[in-house]
């Protein structure tokens, strides 16, 4: 089974090149965000305590995450893959995932990592703010949450690194174009 991380700042694109991979290939895809959205939507009590720290554009502490992210992770494991969007984002994170992967004879296959300008970023997230209305798409917020990808979650590029899992992919302006890349990469595996 391909288990296929997709990594990069808020607003890199991880949902539309998960959701062109699960086209093309048919993998079940976890988006971290989506899931929490959905808790808050549903007014669970998982719901109640993640919605905090989303607006404040917080991370939502790891014991949590990695409680869904297997729970979500074992109803996937009959198809041909999936999608890691939105996680890991620590490096305790990427640790648990490894561990769960471990315990399933499983292993990551590859690290897509979406390198996007900050300028670029922000005009996407400010768009999509008007688009979708999300309560953490505010320049305040957003501002926040780059602050938390660059302290927390951009440290993880070393890690994939050494577990040789990283495969870059740089946005020069065409969307289409990077889908196709990273459609011939994982193609290749
Ligand atoms: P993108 O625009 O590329 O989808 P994003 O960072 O804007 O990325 P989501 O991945 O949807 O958006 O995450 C939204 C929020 O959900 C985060 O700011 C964080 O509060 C919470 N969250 C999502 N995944 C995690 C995670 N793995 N660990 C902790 N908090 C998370
Ligand atoms: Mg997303």
Do not use: C
């Not at 009959?78 to 969007?85: K, T």
């Not at 922000?122 to 780059?146: P, Q, S, V, W, Y």
């Not at 577990?163 to 011939?184: H, R, Y």
């Amino acid at each position: 089974m391909d288990n296929i991380v997709i990594f990069g700042a808020p607003g890199s694109g991880k949902g539309t090149y998960s959701t062109a991979l699960v086209k093309e290939f048919g993998y079940n895809h976890i988006s971290t965000g989506d899931v929490l959205r959905a808790e808050i939507k549903a007014g669970t009590k998982l719901g109640k305590i993640v919605k905090g720290y989303i607006d404040q554009g917080q991370l939502i502490p790891d014991e949590h995450m990695i409680d869904i992210l297997a729970g979500v992770y074992d109803s996937m494991l009959d198809g041909p893959g999936v999608i890691f969007d939105g996680f890991p984002r620590t490096i305790v994170q990427a640790k648990a995932l490894k561990d769960m992967l471990q315990e399933r004879g499983e292993k990551i296959t590859i690290t897509i990592n979406l390198n996007v300008s900050e300028d670029v970023l922000m005009e996407r997230l400010l768009r999509r703010a008007k688009i979708e209305g999300r309560a953490d798409d505010n320049e305040e917020t957003i501002k926040k949450r780059f602050k938390v990808y660059y302290n927390q979650t951009y440290p993880l590029i070393e890690w994939f690194k050494n577990e040789g899992v990283l495969s870059e992919f740089t946005f020069k302006g065409d969307t289409n174009l990077i889908i196709k890349e990273i459609i011939d990469k994982v193609a290749s595996l």
